[in-house]
């Protein structure tokens, strides 16, 4: 159980940060990066962000892999 706290400390910590960098705007730029697909029409809008899962995926992965490190 030891081990089940400090992961939730972590995730709390995490989450904490990113919910500042999005209240100060540090994050305008995340889903709006090139290769990410927008198109917007009258009535009809469709937005796959490739870009944008791709770099969550590796900052997730490089997190994830420190953390099993060092816990």
């Known amino acids: 159980m030891v081990g089940l706290g400090k992961w939730l400390i972590v995730a709390g910590v995490v ?3 990113l919910g500042l960098a999005a209240q100060g705007g540090w994050l305008g730029w995340f889903g ?12 009809f809008s469709f ?3 490739i870009t944008t899962m791709l770099v969550v995926s590796v900052v ?12």
Request: proline share 10%; no cysteine.
């Open 32 to 43: 709006r990066l090139p290769g990410d697909i927008r198109i917007e029409r009258p009535g």
């Open 15 to 17: 989450l904490i940060l």
């Open 60 to 71: 997730l992965s490089l997190v994830l892999q420190l953390v099993r490190r060092f816990l």
């Open 47 to 49: 937005y796959l962000p």
